[in-house]
């Protein structure tokens, strides 16, 4: 019976470190702060959020290097996931307004270009002679039917 007890307790003295180490996770806030980096690295290598949202990705940076300087620091793990936090949504918004801006820019573009075609067709329309009386462009006018 002790020889049972003994193997036993071998057993689970050899076991209870495989338990324990298969328990053991990666702290929340570091999956939180490498998250966050990589929201980081990629609004950072993104040429439009360095041309069109450098103030909103200033704040990304300065967030994420406060969770790296709590981290660092021991803080608590708490602290460190808010600011990783912080940092990836203020990454996803400089990626987003540079987004938002360079499509406002194309519509200004797009709405310049219109303006400018209709100002020629204008033009060309006052240029000919309104025999027809009609003020329709020509391109609009019905063609007679043959």
């Given at each position: 019976m002790t020889e049972g007890i003994r193997r036993g307790g071998l057993a689970l003295a050899c076991i209870a470190p495989v338990l324990i180490a298969g328990c053991v996770s990666v702290p929340r806030a570091t999956n939180e702060l490498e998250a966050a980096r990589a929201a980081y690295r990629a609004a950072?290598?993104?040429?439009?959020?360095?041309?069109?949202?450098?103030?909103e990705l200033e704040l990304a940076e300065r967030d994420l290097r406060d969770a790296e300087n709590l981290q660092s620091a021991d803080a608590a793990p708490a602290r460190v996931a808010?600011?990783?936090?912080?940092?990836?949504?203020?990454?996803?918004?400089?990626?987003?307004?540079a987004e938002l801006r360079a499509a406002e820019a194309a519509y200004a573009t797009a709405s310049e270009q219109r303006d400018r075609l209709q100002a020629e067709l204008r033009q060309r329309n006052g240029a000919q002679p309104a025999s027809s009386g009609e003020t329709a462009p020509p391109a609009l006018r019905r063609q007679p039917a043959r």
């Open positions: 950072q290598a993104d040429p439009q959020v360095q041309a069109r949202a450098s103030a808010h600011f990783s936090y912080l940092a990836e949504q203020r990454a996803r918004i400089a990626q987003k307004t």
